[in-house]
């Protein structure tokens, strides 16, 4: 199958800072882009939804501002959590649909604010 | 939209055994139904879909899952289950149409766990 490169798979920084997660589909385009988030024995909860060229669209109760999507291209969406706080903790997964609307998950980012 | 239910949250069982995990779904259109298995601070890998046809799918590591329209379950079975299976599993649902198309809704999730 398709491959969803996510990175970096952990990454432990300083509350008030901000951080980067990338999602790159390896070998296929994607249009459409999703960021989940995964709280310890949970099931995943979407947070938004990336569209090339376009806003990311985000569900109800997530931050846009704290949690920024850019889709600058087809194999590229980026999630940048701003100004972390502990809370922001968890494992944040992205998702890639092709082009027959299959679904390719990358390995997920486990995010520690300390 | 659409909703899934995993009635299981935890399946204990010994190597060997047989194993069914659950999930019913709700819907008013049409679906694809899929099982992911994610093992510990994995993201999700595809186990076996539901797109048409057979109602009796097989999947990857000898996994396989039954349509059952009526009753709109989609349980997955496995006739021995090995340690290496021991990981969470999740059932999600696609609608064919509407103004969800394309959007995964998941389950919560079962965590099986083979014991040996």
């Known amino acids: 199958g398709a491959v969803v490169s996510q990175h970096p798979s952990r990454v432990i920084c300083k509350s008030g800072t901000s951080v980067k997660i990338e999602c790159r589909s390896l070998d296929f385009q994607a249009t459409t882009m999703f960021w989940y988030r995964q709280f310890p024995k949970q099931s995943l909860m979407l947070m938004a939804t990336s569209n090339e060229g376009s806003k990311a669209t985000y569900e109800q109760g997530v931050e846009k501002d704290k949690f920024l999507i850019n889709h600058a291209s087809l194999t590229l969406s980026t999630l940048t959590v701003t100004s972390a706080h502990p809370e922001d903790s968890s494992f944040y997964i992205c998702?890639?649909?092709?082009?027959?609307?299959?679904?390719?998950f990358g390995q997920g980012t486990r995010l520690t604010v300390v | 939209a659409q909703s899934v239910t995993q009635l299981d949250s935890q399946v204990p069982v010994f190597e060997e055994a047989p194993v069914e995990l659950r999930c019913n779904y709700s819907?008013?259109?049409?679906?694809?139904l899929f099982w992911y298995v994610q093992y510990p601070n994995q993201g999700l890998q595809l186990l076996l879909k539901?797109?048409?046809?057979?109602?009796l799918v097989k999947g990857i590591n000898g996994f396989e899952a039954e349509f059952n329209k009526s009753q709109t379950s989609f349980h997955l079975r496995k006739p021995s289950v090995h340690i290496s299976d021991t990981a969470e599993y999740f059932c999600a649902v696609r609608a064919l149409r509407g103004s969800t198309l394309g959007r995964l809704y998941f389950g919560r999730g079962t965590q099986l766990t083979v014991w040996p």
């Open positions: 998702s890639a649909r092709d082009r027959v609307l299959e679904a390719f």
């Open positions: 819907s008013s259109v049409s679906v694809y």
């Open positions: 539901y797109l048409s046809g057979s109602t």
